[in-house]
C-alpha cells in the first residue's frame, strides 16, 4: 500500500488507504487550511525534526469520551487542596514552547519543530488552538494543547514540570469541556498514562462517524 506523495493542492487521500501503522501521506504544509481539513477527516501530523512532513490515520484511534474520565482519589484530594491553579488560553506558546523540550520515548529528538510551533500559534490566535494550564506559586508547572472544533477536541501534547500537574490540568480541561458539550478527546495513540484516566481504542470508522456528527463544516 503506497504512502501517498502530497503536493500544494488542498487534498488527503481516503483514510483507509493508510498503512497499517497509520501513516497515510507525506508532504504538503501546516497551513491553517490544510490543518483544518486534516482534522476534520481524522488526520493529523507527526514527524521527527528530520523526517518530512507526515500525515497519520491510525486504526484503531485511542480517544477519551468525557462521560469516561477516571479521576483517582489522590488525584481528587489534590483537586480539592487546590495545590495547582487551572487556567486557559493565557500562556498558549509557553506551553507549546514546554512540550517541545520533553523527551519521549523513541524519539532522538522533538516533532514540536520551529514550524509546528509557528502553525498551531497561528491556530491559535484564530481560535482553533487552546492551551490548558496548571499553575503554582504564579508559575506554570504543567498543561496541554490541542484543537477543538466544534465537539471534538484534538489532543496534541502534554508537559510536566511537576507531579501530577498534567494529569491535574487533564482532568480541569476534560471537565469542562463536557460541561461544554464536548463528546470526544483524540488521544491520537496509545499512552499508558491517558489510559489510566479513561482513554480506550475504538475502530476508524466509528471514530469518523463520530466527528462528522459533531463538528460542523
Known amino acids: 500500500m503506497p504512502v501517498y506523495l502530497l503536493d500544494d493542492s488542498l487534498w488527503f487521500p481516503p483514510m483507509e488507504e493508510a498503512m497499517p501503522d497509520g501513516l497515510l501521506a507525506a508532504g504538503g504544509d501546516l497551513s491553517v487550511e490544510r490543518l483544518l481539513l486534516a482534522y476534520r477527516n481524522g488526520i493529523f501530523p507527526w514527524f521527527g525534526e528530520e523526517d518530512p512532513l507526515l500525515?497519520?490515520?491510525?486504526?484503531?484511534?485511542?480517544?477519551?469520551?468525557?462521560v469516561d474520565l477516571k479521576v483517582s482519589k489522590s488525584m481528587r484530594q489534590i483537586?480539592?487542596?487546590k495545590e495547582f491553579e487551572f487556567k486557559v488560553n493565557t500562556a498558549f506558546e509557553e506551553v507549546i514552547q514546554n512540550c517541545s523540550k520533553?523527551?519521549?520515548k523513541g524519539m532522538d529528538g522533538t516533532w514540536i519543530t520551529d514550524e509546528i510551533t509557528e502553525a498551531y500559534t497561528r491556530l491559535h490566535y484564530l481560535g482553533y488552538a487552546h492551551s490548558a494550564e496548571a499553575w503554582q506559586d504564579g508559575q506554570l508547572v504543567g498543561g496541554l494543547y490541542g484543537v477543538k472544533l466544534g465537539n471534538i477536541f484534538f489532543g496534541e501534547s502534554m508537559f510536566s514540570r511537576k507531579s501530577n500537574a498534567s494529569k491535574f490540568a487533564f482532568i480541569c480541561w476534560v471537565t469542562l469541556l463536557k460541561e461544554q458539550g464536548v463528546k470526544l478527546i483524540d488521544c491520537q495513540v496509545h499512552t499508558a498514562h491517558l489510559e489510566s484516566l479513561g482513554a480506550g481504542m475504538i475502530p476508524r470508522k466509528q471514530f469518523m462517524k463520530i466527528l462528522e456528527t459533531n463538528i460542523i463544516l
Open 79 to 81: 483537586i480539592n487542596r
Open 55 to 66: 500525515w497519520w490515520s491510525p486504526d484503531p484511534r485511542f480517544v477519551l469520551f468525557p
Open 102 to 104: 520533553i523527551t519521549r
